[in-house]
């Protein structure tokens, strides 16, 4: 297996300045896709249209899946607790032992 971490240098520059710790660079990201539409919109003409004309007709569709309860608990109780909290903080452990509570909310029920 490859490890990402020591094969892949990231260099990124947010408002001028390197970044390089994942962190930073995940929030800069984040940062800049959260407040493009803004910027953009205040670009485009007032109009009384639809957001609805400005697509492009087409006949492709898309379906999300729902999950079960099951197949999701299923997966946080094989989160491997021996790993390293990830840029979140929440502990592997504390997501493993608190699969009962977190599935419902994961799936919207």
């Not at 407040?35 to 249209?49: H, M, R, W, Y």
């Not at 390293?84 to 997501?95: E, Q, V, Y």
């Amino acid at each position: 297996m490859i490890n990402i971490e020591n094969t892949v240098r990231l260099n990124f520059t947010h408002l001028f300045n390197a970044v390089t710790e994942p962190e930073k660079i995940a929030y800069s990201l984040n940062t800049y896709f959260n407040e493009i539409g803004t910027v953009l919109a205040k670009d485009l003409p007032k109009s009384n249209s639809s957001f609805e004309t400005y697509g492009i007709p087409s006949d492709k569709t898309f379906e999300i899946n729902r999950l079960s309860s099951t197949e999701v608990k299923n997966v946080i109780l094989k989160i491997n607790t021996s790993k390293a909290t990830g840029h979140h903080r929440i502990s592997p452990k504390l997501g493993k032992d608190s699969a009962d509570i977190i599935t419902k909310f994961l799936i919207n029920q």
